[in-house]
């Protein structure tokens, strides 16, 4: 996605509309979507890139295929 395009929306906006988007493949049963979507979409942005605890957290949760798990961490995500 253009950057530029990315920077126009605000930080919240932005955030809701990742965390819409892996929610969706979540509800779809699909994990392995859902974390990759929710990280590359977070980490475009400068404001919104994850901290090393939350990606090192999500990997567990990914091994462990907890999608309950990785619901709550982007859920709690601000």
Do not use: T
Request: some cysteine; hydrophobic content about 45%; aromatic content about 8%.
């Amino acid at each position: 996605m253009d950057r530029s395009v990315i920077a126009d929306v605000p930080r919240d906006k932005y955030v809701e509309r990742c965390k819409q988007r892996a929610f969706d493949y979540l509800n779809r049963g699909d994990l392995r979507s859902a974390v990759a979507s929710f990280v590359n979409n977070m980490n475009a942005r400068p404001d919104c890139e994850l901290p090393h605890h939350f990606a090192a957290l999500g990997v567990l949760l990914l091994m462990q295929s907890d999608a309950l798990g990785w619901k709550a961490l982007i859920d709690e995500f601000r």
